[in-house]
């Protein structure tokens, strides 16, 4: 409650609950941060997080899951939509991909893969190389999201909520991946097995 009148979310501007957090790693002091939030999109910090801009705020959704830079581009911003703790407003329509820092946005090519799924993290191993984990399945993309495979775990099902993501930060073409009930499983193909 942010307002006198006790409204939820107050008159804005609103970026709702943080998801996930994307710094960009070129330079020395973190100053290029990046917001996935519920229901505000997409919002940039240029100057070490002490002023924030939205974004993200014509797209055809605000609900945001998770947010990543590629490995290869850092200036290119990957937005996953569909907020799996979403207070009602959830709208997975696939991944949002830009290639000027945010400035700009289009919906990658692959999306219709992921659309009313919840993109719960998302990782970038390598140049051009996204791995999603919805509440719906693991997914990875070798093409900057043009495509999306289903990738299936030993044990697990196409449609495993997959609760978390992590690159290996001695080798970041292992990955992590926490499946719930089951348990931590590692790649280290970049996600492919």
Same mark, same amino acid.
Not at 11 to 28: C, F, K, N, Q, Y
Not at 71 to 86: C, D, E, K, R, W
Not at 127 to 140: D, E, P, Q
Not at 155 to 180: C, F, R
């Given at each position: 409650?942010?307002?006198a ?5 107050g ?8 998801t ?14 990046f ?50 703790f ?25 999306s219709p893969?992921?659309a009313g ?28 999201? %043009? ?26 073409? %292992? ?18 097995t």
């Amino acid at each position: 409650t942010i307002d006198a009148e006790q409204n939820y979310q107050g008159a804005g501007p609103d970026s709702g609950e943080v998801t996930e957090i994307a710094i960009d790693p070129r330079g020395t002091t973190d100053q290029n941060i990046f917001i996935s939030t519920n229901d505000g999109g997409i919002w940039k910090s240029t100057d070490g997080g002490t002023t924030w801009k939205a974004k993200s705020d014509y797209l055809a959704t605000l609900s945001m899951g998770a947010v990543a830079l590629d490995a290869g581009n850092p200036s290119i911003v990957y937005a996953g939509t569909g907020n799996n703790f979403s207070n009602g407003f959830f709208n997975g329509v696939g991944v949002y991909k830009s290639t000027d820092g945010g400035d700009s946005w289009t919906l990658t090519p692959g999306s219709p893969t992921l659309a009313g799924r919840a993109i719960i993290r998302m990782v970038s191993p390598v140049a051009n190389v996204l791995v999603v984990a919805t509440n719906s399945g693991l997914f990875r993309s070798s093409d900057g999201g %043009n495509t999306f495979n289903n990738i299936v775990l030993p044990g697990a099902s196409s449609t495993s909520y997959i609760t978390d993501l992590k690159l290996d930060t001695t080798a970041a073409n %292992n990955v992590l991946a926490a499946v719930y009930g089951l348990g931590i499983y590692r790649s280290v193909d970049g996600g492919a097995t």
